[in-house]
């Protein structure tokens, strides 16, 4: 049966809430997560359910290269449900969480590749998807550095960085400058410019706050 207006809205809320807590602080995003994916499988919307395997895949690949075959199950799934229905913003979010399952089992010339086809679809095709969009271009960055390709590092992040000032991306620039990216001003040799680069974006944290993810890469 068609899903009430109600129905509709409280998965899409379940969405919004579990992908976002997924990169800030994880272990409440799991538990949204969860409830997303079971109410997701039960509505039977084919676009819940691709974008719940999604998330489930980000999740899974926690556990690396023994889920290996279960993530590729994930992704084959949520692929066909992104080209049966003709969804490119699933379609990216799919190549986008394939991608992200090889980077956690260490396969970085696969990422890579999932990563940048995954950006092609989003940057070009849809619209509304900055936010993933800003995780796509940290996370490629963090791949380049890890594959040792340090030229295109060199070649992206400067375009990445000159975009997200332009949109006052607040989001996009800590995730540049404090992530992985920062590694960008180490291989021009410019250590000083890295940390004030981290400095400017990284946020305090009082001894009863919680820790997010960004905090981590800051660290």
């Known amino acids: 049966r068609p899903l009430s207006p109600v129905e509709a809205q409280r998965i899409d809320v379940l969405w919004s809430l579990s992908s976002a ?15 997303y994916l079971r109410e997701a499988l039960a509505s039977q919307e084919p676009r819940q359910v691709g974008l719940a395997f999604c998330l489930e895949m980000g999740y899974l690949g926690l556990g690396g290269e023994k889920r290996w075959k279960r993530l590729e199950e994930l992704f084959v ?11 490119k913003e699933l379609l990216g979010v799919a190549r986008a969480a394939g991608g992200l399952a090889s980077f956690l089992c260490g396969r970085w010339r696969e990422s890579s590749a ?19 969009l800003d995780l796509l271009e940290t ?3 963090s791949v380049l550095w890890f594959l040792g390709e340090t030229r295109e590092l060199a070649r992206l992040v400067p375009i990445y960085l000159r975009a997200a000032e332009e949109r006052a991306d607040a989001y996009a620039l800590r995730g540049l400058r404090g992530g992985r990216a920062n590694n960008f001003w180490l291989v021009l040799d410019q250590p000083g410019e890295a940390r004030a680069q981290l400095e400017s974006v990284a946020l305090p944290r009082a001894p009863d706050q919680p820790a997010h993810l960004t905090h981590f890469y800051e660290l």
């Open 21 to 35: 807590l997924g990169f800030v602080n994880p272990v409440f995003g799991q538990v949204l997560q969860m409830r």
């Open 77 to 87: 799934r949520a692929l066909a449900l992104a080209e049966r229905t003709g969804d």
């Open 139 to 141: 996370f490629r960055a």
């Open 114 to 132: 999932r990563w940048q086809a995954a950006e092609e679809v989003l940057r070009n095709e849809c619209t509304r998807v900055r936010w993933q």
